[in-house]
């Protein structure tokens, strides 16, 4: 049977139900968002002479909900417009028109009696046929399925969206005892495919599985951060991006995340899984009932393990909470010598055998935590999961780590880990052994660029499902390569594709990755038919190598300089103009010389999640890799007849002079730094490289033409100067920005408008990409953008000199 989901009903309209309903508005689906009406008035109701039957009082709950959540930071939906496609109502005068709905999404809160109630009356009014989930975090799906009709229940399972459903991708799918395999073989497509999810089928146990060994993993952290006399500052610091963890680490996330949250989740896994081997974990330490009573439950409440303080003079201190005598004091630094180690080492996977070999606290911490961690996984095997591979799937989509158990177990080495567990006091399951004794040494293994994992009732390496779709780096890396230096690798993808994969710090593009840019071109043009530039970085890239910018302008060496950023030009100006087709795949921060590669490609196949934009003001410079001379084409492109052409070239400007950069992708189609009919968005980010790759195979077999060079780029000279001059001058009298803001927006001025021309003309792009590295150039001559390359370089964030 063939399911189209056109249209789904979210049933409560809290921070999860708002948040969810805002996703599928994300991907053009149209929502229909639910709630409870009000039992009594409102103060300003009452000041209106509202009534309890007046819509907008029925509504209230809902609407406020909604709009709260739009509202919030970061947000849950990609563009505001999208908004639209959510339409708001009452469980008592719309619950009908859920029979119109492909999909109805019960969201309420997490009290089964409750839930009940509200399937009651959904199965009233429900289409037979129709897909209803419920997203629950460990309420069992057998007890909330019961009594009910066998339509509703081959057509009911839970399915568990992480919090916030935007950001993190894991999509727990959780069957009945009656639900049909079709729905769960839907579900979990549609999450992939359509939500951008990592879907992962799991068992009708306690907490699943994400929260099963997550919550296991921080409540382990508790308790061994008293155990070890730590400070919750140096737990931070190891179970951090050392690690391949958020920067938020442990404790700043269970602040964000809400104490009261992971409370809940562990008091239940403590109530319901009391054969455990490590049930006694489960039960909170006594520094976390005082926090409760507190009510120091973290973002929410103003403190948690640290506390945000305003100084007299109005500036902002963070202090920590002591775990001893729970009170907050100033934070301490944490370093450990065994971190030291790891500094050189760019790959997360290589760090582990360093750090369980440390002599130091820090070794000994990571001794415990891995050998508890392990034996926790391997004796949930098949409790919560017959396959281990969802398990690492689970602690990568839905806690945000970059290795999953099994896959640390790996770097480590199995009979390695197996060894320090027993020298901490654990016992792996006896599965882990006889996998040893089958033969196979390690969880996973790579073959003709797919994945494999052990499966344990077939003990022997079996394929990991679904990776049709996928193209992954890390598994064709050495097997495809062409070319590679210090900057990129270039691998072939087949069919005649080439990538350029940024391996550089950062993704940053210097001289050795506009080298391989240019090598992948020259080779894709001989004997390829397209190139691809995608990474699986953590940002595609943060822009040029500032570092060596700066060191040529103090050095003073301008020739040099100018022949980099002609360099840099050129090789934009190939991405656009070679005999073969280039498609970028951006993802993440796309910055400064990430965004001028973008502008200068065939095609542009974004990551929903792409964050792009010229940024270059913040370093006292303007886009200098042809971003400014592309703007202006971009902008002269969109002039129509009898159209205010100033204006259209006004919005460019202000997208380079206010570093305007996107919330999303789709953001940047506002900006025109995407452009609506040739770049596309794509939700799933593990599948986007092998869409880049189709869309780059198809222009080549449709004929690709190379591109001529334009000379008819419209420019409107003294019209435009004279009108961006007086801008500036007037943005610089009401203080908005500083007399060195006021010297960089008047070059890019020159540039966009074709330098002083007494009128319109038409120009090539050479001759504004040379007005523009002039600009550039002149401006890396002064000391205040020196002032702020350097302090770009130093503290990570712009200066305004």
Same mark, same amino acid.
């Given at each position: ?60 709950? +809902? ?204 008091? %239940? ?155 901490? %006091? ?103 038919? %397209? ?150 968005? +794509? ?119």
């Amino acid at each position: 049977m063939k399911r189209n989901i056109k249209k789904v009903a979210v049933i409560g309209s809290g921070i999860m139900g708002s948040a969810i309903a805002c996703h599928f508005a994300n991907i053009g689906v149209e929502v229909l968002l639910l709630d409870i009406i009000p039992r009594e008035l409102n103060d300003k109701e009452k000041k209106k002479g509202l009534s309890l039957e007046d819509k907008v009082v029925r509504n209230r709950i +809902v609407n406020q909900d909604l709009q709260a959540s739009l509202k919030s930071k970061p947000s849950p939906i990609y563009h505001q417009k999208f908004a639209s496609r959510i339409t708001t109502g009452n469980l008592e005068d719309d619950i009908h028109k859920v029979s119109e709905v492909d999909w109805i999404l019960e969201v309420v809160v997490e009290r089964l009696d409750i839930k009940k109630q509200v399937f009651d009356n959904l199965e009233k009014h429900r289409t037979p046929g129709t897909l209803i989930t419920s997203n629950t975090s460990g309420i069992p799906i057998k007890f909330m399925s019961e009594g009910r009709s066998d339509d509703f229940q081959k057509h009911f399972c839970g399915t568990h969206f992480f919090n916030p459903p935007r950001y993190l991708r894991l999509f727990e799918i959780i069957p009945g005892p009656k639900t049909s395999p079709e729905v769960l073989d839907f579900l979990n497509g549609y999450g992939e495919k359509f939500l951008g999810k990592k879907s992962v089928v799991a068992k009708d146990t306690p907490a699943f599985i994400g929260n099963r060994v997550g919550i296991f993993s921080i409540m382990s952290l508790f308790h061994m951060v008293k155990d070890m006399d730590m400070t919750i500052e140096e737990v931070d610091k190891l179970t951090g991006p050392v690690i391949g963890r958020q920067k938020s680490a442990t404790f700043r996330t269970v602040d964000v995340v809400g104490l009261d949250t992971l409370v809940h989740v562990a008091n %239940g896994l403590y109530e319901n899984v009391p054969d455990d081997e490590q049930h006694d974990l489960f039960k909170l330490p006594g520094f976390i009932d005082t926090m409760i009573e507190n009510k120091w439950l973290g973002s929410k409440t103003g403190q948690g393990f640290y506390k945000k303080e305003k100084n007299k003079d109005g500036s902002s201190n963070i202090k920590s909470l002591d775990l001893d005598t729970l009170e907050y004091r100033e934070r301490k630094s944490a370093s450990f010598s065994t971190l030291e180690l790891t500094k050189t080492i760019d790959k997360v996977a290589d760090r582990f055998e360093v750090l369980i070999n440390g002599k130091d606290k820090a070794g000994e911490f990571y001794r415990k935590n891995f050998s508890a961690l392990f034996a926790y996984v391997s004796n949930r095997i098949p409790e919560i999961s017959d396959d281990l591979y969802k398990i690492d799937d689970a602690m990568q989509a839905g806690f945000g780590w970059e290795h999953g158990p099994f896959q640390i177990w790996d770097a480590i080495g199995v009979e390695k880990g197996i060894k320090l567990m027993k020298e901490q %006091g654990y016992e792996p399951a006896s599965w882990v052994n006889e996998m040893i004794d089958s033969g196979s040494k390690s969880f996973y293994s790579v073959k003709n660029g797919n994945t494999y994992y052990y499966d344990i009732p077939k003990k022997e390496q079996v394929k990991v499902p679904g990776q049709d779709a996928f193209i992954i780096l890390d598994n064709i890396r050495e097997s495809k390569e062409v070319f590679k230096n210090s900057g990129v690798v270039v691998e072939d993808l087949g069919d005649g594709i080439l990538n350029v994969e940024f391996r550089s710090k950062m993704n940053s593009i210097g001289g050795d990755v506009l080298d391989g840019i240019n090598k992948a071109i020259d080779l894709a043009e001989k004997e390829y038919q %397209g190139l691809v530039v995608c990474n699986d970085g953590q940002n595609f890239s943060v822009g040029a190598n500032i570092g060596m910018i700066f060191m040529m302008a103090v050095e003073q060496e301008y020739d040099e300089l100018n022949m980099a950023i002609k360099y840099f030009q050129d090789t934009m100006m190939r991405m656009c103009y070679s005999s073969i087709p280039t498609v970028s795949a951006p993802h993440n921060m796309t910055l400064g010389g990430g965004c001028e590669l973008s502008l200068h490609a065939d095609k542009v196949v974004a990551h929903a999640e792409t964050y792009i934009g010229l940024v270059e003001f913040g370093v006292g410079v303007i886009p200098g890799g042809g971003g400014s001379k592309e703007m202006t084409v971009r902008a002269a492109d969109t002039f129509q007849k009898d159209d205010v052409e100033l204006n259209r070239l006004r919005e460019h400007f202000l997208t380079i002079g206010m570093a305007k950069v996107s919330t999303s992708a789709y953001e940047a189609y506002d900006t025109n730094i995407l452009q609506k009919g040739k770049d596309i968005v +794509v939700m799933n980010k593990d599948r986007q490289l092998a869409i880049a790759k189709q869309h780059a195979l198809l222009m080549a077999q449709n004929g690709y033409t190379q591109p001529i060079q334009r000379t008819d780029v419209k420019v409107l000279g003294k019209q435009a100067l004279g009108a961006f001059y007086v801008g500036t001058d007037q943005m610089y009298a009401g203080k908005y920005i500083s007399e060195h803001d006021k010297k960089i927006a008047n070059k890019l001025a020159y540039v966009m408008a074709g330098g002083d021309l007494s009128g319109s003309s038409y120009v090539s792009e050479q001759y504004l990409l040379d007005l523009e590295r002039e600009a550039f150039l002149s401006l890396t001559g002064e000391r205040k953008t020196l002032e702020r390359l350097q302090h770009m370089l130093k503290k990570g964030k712009p200066l305004r000199n």
